[in-house]
């Protein structure tokens, strides 16, 4: 086993209760992330971001 991968190995038999509910939520943020960005900023979406782009700096 390299150093590099000794250093990125972990022992899965020796995770607490802890650290799996630690993973699990960064996991799942993670993926909550991804689909919010992957909905929010497809390419289909232009029209509508760009018409919203300044509307805060609009005097209605």
């Known amino acids: 086993m390299s150093n590099l991968e000794h250093y990125f190995s972990t022992d899965w038999s020796a995770m607490t209760g802890q650290d799996w509910a630690g ?3 960064t ?3 993670f993926f909550g992330m991804l689909i ?3 909905r929010t900023l497809r390419p289909s979406k ?3 971001l760009e018409e919203e782009k300044y509307k ?3 005097d209605d």
Do not use: A, G
């Open 36 to 38: 919010t960005f992957w």
């Open 46 to 48: 232009r029209k509508e």
């Open 27 to 29: 996991v799942l943020v």
């Open 23 to 25: 993973l699990i939520i």
């Open 56 to 58: 805060i700096l609009k």
